[in-house]
């Protein structure tokens, strides 16, 4: 992202008053390939493709600032790959990927795992090697990388013995569980450190964890709070960027104890409430319907939208408008342009 975009954001998870309300969007892998007219396989695979859509979404959408930007991914697949899942590639969808474990009654065979090397260890490797090879091209267009990601600690757990049997161990294995969450909260925090080291300019972290939604308060207190506080608090003075759009409104309240200050959230929830909820100290990413209406609507049904988003927030602080979740497979140019077309 640019200096100025830059600038945006850091004003933004400060909390400043905006001349404007700015538009910010999460796009990875799902929606770009195809919106550029390449395979994910390409995409994934190819340096240069890769470099090529990153730029092309830039040139069709001058007014987006993108999160994180130029997103070296693999789908959900880099971080449950350093533990040896198996990665099914396919040529236009993401990657699937193949769980360690089928039963939480076998739980305990990835609390005895080692946890990943990110320089070593499944795709993690791959995608530093990548970041160092076109962090010289960001730089010659003027621009860096300011923002890394990692998906959360339950994310990663869940993927390597399915969401299902994640959230059983949870009641029936509650030791078992801390201690493979301890080992997939050290992975988040290595990979991002791993990122920014191979980066030059680095000074913000993106943590996408869904899972937490799917908790009771007493649940998020006890299996969520304490990992993902010891991630956000490992960076202090960096822009802090959580994403979770699951409709579960248990853990908005204790955002702000987080060092979070930047928070992209569901549709479904209305984003008033939303501000209630989180308080003042929170900037809002969102909250555009995803799919119903920024992929399968029309530039007039994103725009009613985005007008809605803006009259329910009722300021020009504390809030950039974006989808309510990341940018879905199929999304047209013409509605993400009607977004910024109205602020």
Same mark, same amino acid.
């Given at each position: 992202?640019?200096?100025?975009?830059?600038?945006?954001?850091?004003?933004?998870?400060?909390?400043?008053?905006?001349?404007?309300?700015?538009?910010?969007?999460?796009? %990875?892998?799902?929606?770009?390939?195809?919106?550029?007219?390449?395979?994910?396989?390409?995409? !994934? &695979?190819?340096?240069?493709?890769?470099?090529?859509?990153?730029?092309?979404?830039?040139?069709?959408?001058?007014?987006?600032?993108?999160?994180?930007?130029?997103?070296?991914?693999?789908?959900?697949?880099?971080?449950?790959?350093?533990?040896?899942?198996?990665?099914?590639?396919?040529?236009?969808? &993401?990657?699937?990927?193949?769980?360690?474990?089928?039963?939480?009654?076998?739980?305990?065979?990835? +609390?005895?795992?080692?946890?990943?090397?990110?320089?070593?260890?499944?795709?993690?490797?791959?995608?530093?090697?990548?970041?160092?090879?076109?962090?010289?091209?960001?730089?010659?267009?003027?621009?860096?990388?300011?923002?890394?990601?990692?998906?959360?600690?339950? +994310?990663?757990?869940?993927?390597?013995?399915?969401?299902?049997? !994640?959230?059983?161990?949870?009641?029936?294995?509650?030791?078992?569980?801390?201690?493979?969450?301890?080992? +997939?909260?050290?992975?988040?925090?290595?990979?991002?450190?791993?990122?920014? $080291?191979?980066?030059? $300019?680095?000074?913000?972290?993106?943590?996408?964890? %869904?899972?937490? *939604?799917?908790?009771?308060? =007493?649940?998020?207190?006890?299996?969520?709070?304490?990992?993902?506080?010891?991630? !956000?608090?490992?960076?202090?003075?960096?822009?802090?960027?959580?994403?979770?759009?699951?409709?579960?409104?248990?853990?908005?309240?204790?955002? $702000? %104890?987080?060092? #979070?200050?930047?928070?992209?959230?569901?549709?479904?929830?209305?984003?008033?409430? #939303?501000?209630?909820?989180?308080?003042?100290?929170?900037?809002?990413?969102?909250?555009?319907?995803?799919? =119903?209406?920024?992929?399968?609507?029309?530039? =007039?049904?994103?725009?009613?939208?985005?007008?809605?988003?803006?009259?329910?927030?009722?300021?020009?602080?504390?809030?950039?408008?974006?989808?309510? *979740?990341?940018?879905?497979?199929?999304?047209?140019? $013409?509605?993400?342009?009607?977004?910024?077309?109205?602020?």
């Amino acid at each position: 992202m640019n200096s100025n975009q830059w600038k945006i954001i850091k004003d933004c998870a400060n909390l400043k008053d905006m001349d404007s309300v700015p538009v910010g969007l999460i796009v %990875d892998s799902p929606w770009i390939p195809g919106y550029t007219g390449m395979s994910t396989m390409d995409y !994934f &695979t190819i340096p240069d493709k890769w470099w090529e859509a990153n730029i092309k979404i830039r040139k069709d959408f001058p007014g987006i600032i993108f999160i994180p930007d130029f997103w070296v991914e693999f789908g959900m697949a880099t971080e449950p790959s350093g533990f040896g899942c198996k990665v099914s590639f396919y040529k236009n969808k &993401t990657p699937n990927i193949n769980h360690i474990i089928s039963s939480a009654d076998d739980i305990e065979y990835l +609390t005895g795992m080692k946890i990943p090397d990110p320089k070593t260890d499944g795709l993690m490797p791959v995608v530093l090697n990548l970041y160092e090879y076109i962090e010289k091209n960001v730089k010659n267009i003027g621009e860096s990388i300011k923002i890394v990601a990692a998906r959360g600690p339950l +994310t990663t757990a869940a993927h390597l013995m399915g969401l299902t049997e !994640f959230l059983v161990s949870l009641k029936i294995y509650p030791e078992a569980v801390h201690m493979l969450l301890k080992m +997939t909260t050290t992975l988040a925090k290595n990979w991002l450190e791993a990122q920014a $080291e191979v980066l030059s $300019e680095v000074q913000g972290i993106l943590v996408l964890d %869904d899972v937490v *939604g799917f908790l009771s308060k =007493e649940d998020y207190m006890e299996f969520a709070h304490p990992y993902l506080k010891e991630i !956000f608090s490992s960076f202090p003075g960096w822009v802090k960027i959580y994403h979770n759009d699951t409709d579960n409104t248990v853990y908005y309240g204790f955002l $702000e %104890d987080l060092g #979070v200050n930047i928070f992209n959230f569901t549709h479904k929830q209305e984003i008033s409430k #939303v501000k209630s909820l989180v308080g003042d100290k929170v900037c809002l990413l969102g909250n555009i319907p995803p799919l =119903e209406v920024l992929t399968m609507g029309n530039p =007039e049904t994103v725009r009613d939208a985005a007008h809605k988003c803006l009259k329910s927030h009722g300021a020009k602080k504390g809030i950039i408008l974006s989808a309510g *979740g990341g940018v879905s497979p199929g999304t047209p140019g $013409e509605n993400i342009r009607s977004i910024y077309k109205i602020c």
